[in-house]
């Protein structure tokens, strides 16, 4: 096995010990006994028969067999079960499931008798341990740290009772409590017995588990995945340089929004991103409100229209992230981007709006996908409604409809439809390279002027305006005159080199001077031809090349962010909209069509070429789909026949598409662990990584102890003081620490030579999210000072100073497994109520809108027992809490709000490192201080906050106006 391979089989091990505790117990087969299991370690005869039978017929169905009297037919001797003897009931309505903390491995004998497995160490789901947990829930277990030291620890043997033994020492020093009588001050807990075979797959990772399995077993890996596996980094390419846009900038065809144009480093981003080649890694590095959303919505538009010119297959782009809330960030900012005023940017299919689809799994309540295009694993969803006979004879009258009036002729052919739209594609297409054509015929008769004729100190304001030059050539011509009329020859200065006259005759003038109007009235005639290309779409402005006047057009936008006199903006809003609607209508009527083409023949089969049709087919009306990781490989596969079973069973795999999606964009990758997302690779091309190792970090599912285990029993590394395993971890791929982010950015050839503090990659650098002072922190901890702000914000606007503390003398509590400060909780309200409606009324003013404080405020702290008091006390207040952001800084985010208040919780000398100080990671306070775009309001100890030291937290401080 070679060392890809070997990474692969030890991803899929981390993969399967990371995912083993996530038990979904709502959908598999639970038994519940009631004898005392703790005492007798044996189960009936008739419970034990009813298990083996469950377990016999699994193993015996994964081998196609389907008789007990098949002579292959296996008989285990024991199977694995987990036990839990307790469950918790939730608070609050926050859950409609019982919480099971407590999972007990078993093995289990034909005779009835239990003991312990190999693998007895007792199984704790990651959420219900600190710190960083699953965020909607209130409920902790027990300590990551606490729970780690039990690994260490083994049952002296294997028999139930040293077993039972083993297990209650761990479970006394989880809890302090004994198993049997165990209780939580402030959640019933129901003691009864509860047995679960455990899934092959871990159900919600069977799909990457069967991925990697298939991909382990291939003979040659898919070349985007066999690139991100390479220790070794490409070759570096520097981003395009603002001076060359104008080289770059007829390949950028399609804009989404015709609000919005690309900032500077979006725009460069973008166009250094149009010479990834097939098996290449993009990364960008987006900080926090500098417009990620609208790059990717650039990057799928551009490949719409790039694929309509073309008019073969559409471009399929597959999103993922890691969590829920992430996917759904994507989703909405594909579904917000249809409001339009006009016809034209509607759609021109009844009943269906936004540019992506949701790959949902089976059981997502239909209540959660309102409002979006969606598609299950069972083929239901938005898809199955429209590729009816009915709606697609009403989709083919309405889209008739629509481009008749937008053509102002009668059309009664769809393929004549989206060919009229097509040829207006390219004519715009045809228009873009044209312009670049008369630019660059401006800038190099300007430059052959220049080598002969212009001063080299004058050289950089030439290019100007057409107007420099027509006054340019009216100078020379008024000095031809003057060298006609004056009776002494006169040389009057301009930007001229007149060290090149060597005859300053009448004669010799004459000639200097014709020549170099001959020059002038020839660049003249190229900026006539420029002139009139601009006029023909309405563009005002030209190209800009030096990086000191692009900047300075960017800062225009603070104040005048919808008037744009920027060349390439101009044309984003325009031209470049108006190509993406029309490919989007184009591709309309080739998806109706293609879906008349099949109602009349049968539908794609499963296989492999009928599942590529299929979501071709698709992709002609959302060419982006968004999934998490988990659902991807469920969606891009096919069925293989692999032939017939002795009995006649038919027998079918699930291969996955290899090399099939365009392009995989991965979101919030810093969130995202390497054995999470890296096996998906292998369904695309190419592979756009979108995220920040300065935000939020993966919530790690594998301890570095038995990573390291991982990484020697799949010879990963010779032994634990390799010096590949600190090379593994720098590069991300580790994972109990590794993200993909950090993995892209090793393996991504872009390196910006600008960029000293950050890593490879290209960074996004304007911020328009928050005030200046509030984005200053975040730029001086964690981006080396790199960020530009461009928000504008007045005085009047303005309602608290935008970093401010409002100190409380208080002392946390630690009760259970969490701490909290009720008192700062209690001020934190206080202060909400005393400013609730000059919070509103402030807002209402400024936005001519009327918000709630709970749309306007949010609240972020780093424990979960001081969330669930703040939640008490808001609801008593009278807050609604179901729309007010609540919680850590995973509730957030993705989300902004006008004021963020922060509960840090702890009082002086509580800890020696608080939680948002550990190991001088920025990421916690970076976040927290991010969401807010006017005020950040800390309510807390302002002793925490000791200035002068090289803590997050220190420099806080002298960022926080003190406010009594």
């Excluded at 990834?276 to 417009?291: C, D, K, M, R």
């Excluded at 790039?306 to 992230?321: D, M, R, T």
């Excluded at 592979?687 to 190792?693: E, F, K, M, P, R």
Aim: some cysteine; proline content about 5%; glycine content about 4%.
């Amino acid at each position: 096995m070679n060392y890809h391979k070997n990474l692969l089989t030890y991803w899929r091990a981390c993969l399967y010990e990371g995912m083993r505790a996530e038990i979904d117990v709502e959908h598999s087969p639970l038994f519940v006994i009631e004898e005392n299991l703790w005492h007798t370690g044996m189960l009936t005869d008739a419970l034990t028969a009813t298990l083996f039978e469950k377990e016999e017929k699994r193993i015996n169905t994964e081998k196609g067999l389907r008789s007990p009297q098949d002579p292959k037919w296996e008989r285990p001797e024991y199977m694995i079960l987990w036990w839990s003897p307790f469950y918790i009931l939730p608070q609050d309505n926050l859950f409609v499931k019982p919480i099971y903390p407590f999972w007990i491995p078993l093995r289990l004998q034909r005779t009835g008798s239990i003991a312990a497995p190999e693998a007895c160490t007792p199984i704790i789901p990651r959420e219900w341990m600190s710190p960083v947990g699953w965020e909607e829930a209130d409920y902790i277990f027990c300590k990551l740290e606490e729970y780690e030291k039990c690994l260490e620890l083994r049952p002296k043997t294997a028999h139930w009772d040293d077993y039972k033994e083993f297990i209650n020492q761990i479970f006394e020093q989880l809890t302090q409590q004994n198993i049997q009588s165990f209780n939580e001050n402030d959640y019933p807990v129901v003691h009864q017995h509860t047995l679960i075979i455990p899934d092959k797959d871990n159900q919600a990772a069977s799909a990457l588990l069967a991925l990697f399995d298939y991909l382990i077993a291939a003979k040659k890996l898919p070349l985007l995945l066999e690139n991100s596996l390479s220790l070794v980094a490409p070759q570096e390419k520097q981003p395009i340089a603002f001076a060359d846009f104008m080289q770059y900038h007829v390949r950028h065809l399609g804009q989404m929004s015709h609000q919005f144009a690309l900032s500077l480093t979006q725009r460069q981003a973008l166009y250094s991103m149009q010479a990834l080649e097939q098996g290449e890694i993009f990364a960008l590095n987006g900080p926090p409100g500098t417009g990620k959303t609208t790059f990717l919505q650039s990057v799928v538009a551009n490949e719409v229209v790039l694929s309509a010119l073309k008019g073969q297959a559409p471009a399929i782009v597959l999103a993922c992230a890691a969590t829920n809330q992430a996917v759904t960030n994507i989703q909405e900012s594909f579904t917000a981007t249809t409001v339009a005023q006009d016809a034209f940017r509607c759609r021109w299919i009844p009943d269906f709006e936004g540019y992506a689809t949701y790959l949902s799994a089976r059981n997502k309540p239909e209540k959660e996908l309102q409002g979006i295009n969606y598609l299950k694993a069972d083929e239901s969803g938005t898809f199955a409604k429209m590729e009816q006979e009915t709606y697609v004879e009403k989709a083919e009258t309405c889209y008739l409809q629509a481009v008749s009036r937008y053509l102002q002729q009668n059309v009664t052919e769809v393929s004549e439809a989206y060919f009229y739209l097509q040829k207006e594609l390219r004519s715009i297409q045809q228009y873009l390279a044209e312009g670049q054509l008369l630019w660059q015929e401006i800038c190099r008769a300007i430059e052959a002027f220049a080598n002969d004729y212009v001063e080299v100190s004058a050289r950089p304001s030439l290019t100007t305006t057409h107007g420099f030059w027509l006054d340019f050539q009216t100078a020379l011509e008024e000095q031809l005159w003057l060298i006609k009329s004056s009776a002494r020859p006169s040389i009057r200065q301009t930007v001229l080199a007149l060290d090149k006259l060597e005859d300053t005759s009448r004669k010799g003038l004459m000639q200097f001077f014709t020549d170099a109007l001959k020059g002038v009235i020839a660049i003249n005639l190229h900026w006539k031809n420029w002139n009139k290309w601009r006029k023909k779409q309405g563009i005002r402005s030209n190209p800009v090349i030096a990086n000191e006047q692009l900047w300075a057009l960017e800062y225009n936008k603070i104040e005048q962010p919808h008037t744009s006199t920027y060349f390439f903006d101009e044309l984003d809003i325009t031209l470049r909209n108006k190509a993406f609607h029309l490919a989007i209508h184009y591709w309309e009527g080739r998806w109706i069509e293609k879906m008349q083409e099949q109602l009349k023949n049968e539908a794609p089969n499963k296989g492999r070429q009928g599942r590529m049709t299929l979501w071709q087919t698709r992709a002609m009306l959302t060419p982006c789909f968004v999934s998490t990781f988990f659902m991807a490989p469920k969606f891009f596969s096919y069925h293989k026949f692999l032939g017939e079973h002795a009995e006649g069973h038919k027998l079918w795999e699930n291969p996955p598409l290899q090399d099939f999606v365009d392009y995989l964009i991965v979101d919030e990758a810093g969130q995202v662990s390497p054995e999470v997302g890296i096996s998906v690779f292998a369904l695309a091309k190419k592979a756009l990584i979108v995220g920040d190792t300065q935000q939020i970090e993966p919530v790690w599912k594998v301890i570095p102890k038995i990573d390291i285990g991982y990484l020697l029993q799949h010879e990963v590394i010779k032994q634990a003081q390799d010096p590949l395993l600190a090379q593994l971890q720098a590069q991300g791929y580790l994972a109990s620490s590794g993200s993909l982010m950090q993995m892209a950015q090793h393996l991504t050839p872009w390196l910006d030579p600008h960029n000293s503090t950050q890593p490879k990659g290209i960074m996004l650098l304007e911020h328009r999210r928050c005030h200046e002072e509030i984005i200053s922190f975040c730029n001086n901890i964690a981006y080396g000072g790199m960020l530009r702000p461009m928000k504008s914000v007045t005085k009047n606007k303005q309602l608290f100073p935008p970093m401010v503390l409002l100190t409380h003398q208080g002392q946390s509590m630690v009760q259970g497994k969490d701490r909290f400060n009720a008192e700062e909780a209690k001020v934190l309200v206080i202060w909400l109520l005393q400013n609730r409606s000059r919070i509103e009324q402030h807002f209402a003013r400024i936005d001519q809108q009327r918000r709630s404080i709970e749309n306007l405020v949010g609240i972020i702290t780093p424990f979960r027992g001081q969330r669930k008091i703040l939640y008490k006390l808001l609801k008593e207040a009278g807050f609604d809490t179901n729309r007010m952001k609540v919680g850590t800084i995973h509730a957030l985010q993705g989300a902004e709000r006008e004021i963020i208040l922060f509960s840090p919780v702890y009082g002086a000398g509580d800890v020696k490192v608080m939680f948002f100080d550990r190991n001088n990671r920025p990421n916690m306070l970076n976040v927290a201080v991010s969401r807010a775009k006017q005020s950040f309001i800390v309510v807390g100890n302002e002793n925490l906050f000791v200035a002068g030291q090289a803590t997050p937290s220190s420099k806080l401080r002298s960022y926080l106006q003190k406010l009594s």
